[in-house]
C-alpha cells in the first residue's frame, strides 16, 4: 500500500525549480517528468508554429515535441541554470520546429533542380522599372554592374553560390545547409566573409556603401 | 550569379553593420534562452548581449526562432 501511495504520489508530482526538473529527467529519467514537459512542449508549440502549419498541426507538434525530447535528454547536462529550465528546452524546441517546416517545404527538390545558379553567368539581370527614369536606370545599371564585378572578383565559388541560393533564390538558411552538407553557423559564417571582403573592397575603392544605398 | 538591384540594396544596407566580431548562429542560440527572458522581464537585455540583438536583426531564421519562443514563453508562464 505504501509503494502504491508512493507511486501515486510521484506521477502526479508537478516540477517547478530546475533543481526538481534536472534531478528528475537525468537518466533514468521520471515518466512524470517528461509527461510534463512533452505536454509543455506540445502547448508552447502549438502557439508559435499554428500559422504556418495548414494541416495535422497536432501530429505534426507531437513528432516535433517527441524529436526535442530526446534532444533534451541527451543534452540536459549542458543546461547552465542561467534561465528556468522549460525556457531552455523549449529554445530546442522551437528550434526543432521552426528547421523542419523550412525543410518539409523543400522535400524532395534537389538543389540543382532548385537552384538557378550558372558558374558561368556574370552579368547582373537588366533593370526593368515602370517608373525610373532612363538615367535612373543607367544608374542603377553601372552601380549592380560595378558590384557584381567586385563580387566576381573577391568572392569565391561557394561563396557566390550560397549568396545566389539564399538572396536570389530565396532558399531558407537551414536548408540550404541541408543541400551541401553544412550547418546553418557556417553558412551564416560563410555570408558574413563574403560581407566583409566587399566592405574591404568597397573601403579599398573609395566607396561609401551607404552613398550607393541612397542613390539607388 | 546574377544579381538584381533588390538583392544588391539588400547586400549593400548590410554592409555598413558588417564587421570582424559578428556572432555566428551557434552563439546566438546559446544565449537565446536568458535573452528571452531577459526581454520578457524588461532588462533590456541588449544592453548586456548587444552581439546576440545585432545578430536577431541580421539573420531572419534566428529572429523567427526568437519570436516563436517568446510566443510560446508568453503564453505558458
Not at chain 1, 122 to 130: F, P, Q, R, S, T
Not at chain 1, 175 to 186: I, K
Request: hydrophobic share 35%; net charge negative; aromatic share 6%.
Amino acid at each position: 500500500m505504501l509503494n502504491w501511495f508512493k507511486r501515486r504520489g510521484k506521477s502526479s508530482k508537478s516540477y517547478q525549480t530546475n533543481e526538481e526538473w534536472i534531478s528528475a529527467i537525468k537518466p533514468p529519467p521520471e515518466d512524470a517528468a517528461i509527461l510534463q514537459l512533452r505536454t509543455f512542449l506540445v502547448k508552447g508549440l502549438k502557439a508559435s508554429l499554428h500559422k504556418y502549419v495548414d494541416r495535422d498541426l497536432n501530429d505534426f507538434v507531437e513528432d516535433i515535441a517527441q524529436d526535442s525530447l530526446l534532444k533534451i535528454l541527451d543534452k540536459y547536462d549542458t543546461f547552465r541554470g542561467d534561465s528556468k529550465f522549460t525556457t531552455w528546452a523549449m529554445k530546442i524546441a522551437v528550434r526543432e520546429g521552426y528547421s523542419e517546416l523550412r525543410k518539409k517545404k523543400y522535400e524532395d527538390i534537389s538543389l540543382e533542380q532548385y537552384s538557378s545558379y550558372d558558374p558561368d553567368e556574370k552579368e547582373a539581370v537588366e533593370i526593368e522599372h515602370d517608373q525610373a527614369g532612363p538615367d535612373q536606370v543607367t544608374h542603377e545599371s553601372m552601380m549592380l554592374n560595378k558590384v557584381q564585378a567586385m563580387m566576381e572578383e573577391e568572392l569565391t565559388e561557394k561563396q557566390k553560390k550560397v549568396i545566389q541560393l539564399l538572396m536570389i533564390d530565396q532558399i531558407p538558411m537551414t536548408v540550404v545547409s541541408e543541400m551541401m552538407d553544412s550547418n546553418r553557423n557556417a553558412i551564416y559564417k560563410l555570408v558574413h566573409d563574403a560581407r566583409m571582403k566587399l566592405k574591404n573592397r568597397l573601403e579599398i575603392e573609395g566607396i561609401n556603401p551607404e552613398d550607393i544605398f541612397n542613390q539607388m | 550569379m546574377k544579381l538584381n538591384i533588390d538583392v544588391l540594396k539588400k547586400i549593400i544596407s548590410k554592409i555598413p553593420r558588417t564587421h570582424e566580431n559578428e556572432i555566428g548562429c551557434d552563439e546566438c542560440f546559446d544565449e537565446l534562452h536568458t535573452f528571452a527572458e531577459m526581454e520578457l522581464e524588461g532588462k533590456s537585455p541588449e544592453k548586456v548581449m548587444p552581439l546576440i540583438r545585432e545578430h536577431l536583426d541580421n539573420c531572419g531564421e534566428c529572429r523567427q526562432e526568437y519570436q516563436a519562443l517568446l510566443d510560446a514563453i508568453k503564453l505558458l508562464n
